[in-house]
C-alpha cells in the first residue's frame, strides 16, 4: 500500500506561479516577452513582493521563465510550455535534510563561483561589489535576515548568470530556490552573517587580482565554516 500524504492547500506563491505560468502557455506573454517588475506584480496581486519573488525564482527553475540580474524576469525563448500542474509538482520537491543542502550546495555553488571568476568584466565584477556593499550597509543589531539572505541570492544568481555555462546558470537558481528555508534558519546563528561577507569580500577581491589560488580558498572557507553553523541549527 503507497503512503498517501493529506492534500495541502494551494499557497498564495503558487496562485501567482499558476496565474502567471497561464500567460505564457496560453501566448498572452510570448517568448522574449519582459515580466512586470516584482512590486507592480506584488500591487496586481494584492501580495508582498517576497511572494512575487519566490514564485518567479520557482517559474526560472523548470524553465518557464529566465532571471537576468539587474534587468528582470522574461519568457524563456527556447523552453517548451510546462503545465501548470507540473509547476505546483515541482514546487513541493524542496530539499528539507540540511545535510543534503549542505552537499549540494558545496558541489554546485563552488563549482559555479571558480567557472564564473574566470569569465567576469570589470562591470560585472562592480555589480558583485555593489551588492557585498549593501550586505555591510545592513545592521546586524537589527538583524534584518530576509534582507541578508535575498542580498546573497542576488549575488549568487549574479555569479551564476556569469559563468559561460548556461546549465550552471540553471543550477544556481535551482540551489538559490532549494536552499531558501535552510538559509533563513543558517542567517539567525551567530557568525553567520560575518561569514557570508567575509568569504565573498575575498572571493571579489581575488577574482579582480586574477587570483585563482585565493579564489579557491575564499569558496573553501565559506563552506568550511559555513559547515560549522549548519552543526548549530535547531
Given at each position: 500500500m503507497?503512503?498517501?500524504n493529506?492534500?495541502k492547500r494551494?499557497?498564495?506563491?503558487?496562485?501567482?506561479?499558476?496565474?502567471?505560468?497561464?500567460?505564457?502557455?496560453s501566448?498572452q506573454?510570448?517568448?522574449?516577452?519582459k515580466l512586470p517588475?516584482e512590486?507592480?506584480?506584488?500591487e496586481e496581486f494584492g501580495?508582498?513582493?517576497?511572494?512575487?519573488?519566490?514564485?518567479?525564482?520557482?517559474?526560472?527553475?523548470?524553465?518557464?521563465?529566465?532571471?537576468?540580474?539587474?534587468?528582470g524576469?522574461f519568457?524563456?525563448k527556447?523552453?517548451?510550455?510546462?503545465?501548470s500542474?507540473?509547476?505546483i509538482?515541482m514546487?513541493?520537491?524542496?530539499?528539507n535534510?540540511?545535510?543534503?543542502?549542505?552537499?549540494?550546495?558545496?558541489?554546485?555553488?563552488?563549482?559555479?563561483?571558480f567557472?564564473?571568476?574566470?569569465?567576469?568584466?570589470?562591470?560585472e565584477?562592480?555589480v558583485?561589489?555593489?551588492?557585498?556593499g549593501?550586505?555591510?550597509?545592513?545592521?546586524?543589531?537589527d538583524k534584518?535576515?530576509?534582507?541578508?539572505q535575498?542580498?546573497?541570492?542576488?549575488f549568487?544568481?549574479?555569479m551564476?548568470?556569469?559563468?559561460s555555462?548556461?546549465?550552471?546558470s540553471?543550477?544556481?537558481?535551482?540551489?538559490?530556490?532549494?536552499?531558501?528555508?535552510?538559509?533563513?534558519?543558517?542567517?539567525?546563528?551567530?557568525g553567520?552573517?560575518?561569514?557570508?561577507?567575509?568569504?565573498?569580500?575575498?572571493?571579489?577581491?581575488?577574482?579582480?587580482?586574477?587570483d585563482n589560488?585565493?579564489v579557491?580558498?575564499a569558496i573553501?572557507?565559506n563552506?568550511?565554516?559555513a559547515k560549522?553553523?549548519?552543526?548549530?541549527v535547531?
Open positions: 503507497v503512503k498517501i493529506p492534500i494551494m499557497t498564495v506563491t503558487e496562485q501567482v506561479m499558476e496565474q502567471v505560468a497561464s500567460w505564457i502557455t501566448n506573454l510570448k517568448p522574449g516577452d517588475n512590486r507592480l506584480l506584488a501580495v508582498n513582493r517576497g511572494r512575487i519573488r519566490e514564485s518567479l525564482r520557482a517559474l526560472s527553475l523548470i524553465g518557464l521563465i529566465t532571471i537576468k540580474p539587474g534587468e524576469s519568457v524563456s527556447h523552453e517548451s510550455p510546462i503545465p500542474e507540473t509547476i509538482w514546487y513541493y520537491n524542496e530539499i535534510n540540511l545535510e543534503e543542502v549542505y552537499a549540494a550546495r558545496k558541489l554546485i555553488e563552488s563549482e559555479i563561483y567557472e564564473a571568476s574566470q569569465n567576469m568584466s570589470k562591470e565584477i562592480e558583485l561589489e555593489k551588492i557585498l549593501q550586505l555591510k550597509e545592513l545592521s546586524v543589531k534584518n535576515t530576509q534582507a541578508f535575498e542580498l546573497l541570492d542576488e549568487d544568481l549574479h551564476g548568470f556569469c559563468s555555462n548556461k546549465i550552471y540553471k543550477l544556481m537558481q535551482t540551489i538559490v530556490y532549494l536552499r531558501h528555508e535552510t538559509m533563513l534558519k543558517l542567517l539567525n546563528v551567530p553567520a552573517w560575518e561569514n557570508s561577507i567575509h568569504c565573498r569580500t575575498m572571493l571579489v577581491k581575488a577574482i579582480k587580482d586574477h589560488e585565493t579557491k580558498k573553501e572557507l563552506f568550511t565554516n560549522k553553523f549548519y552543526g548549530k535547531n
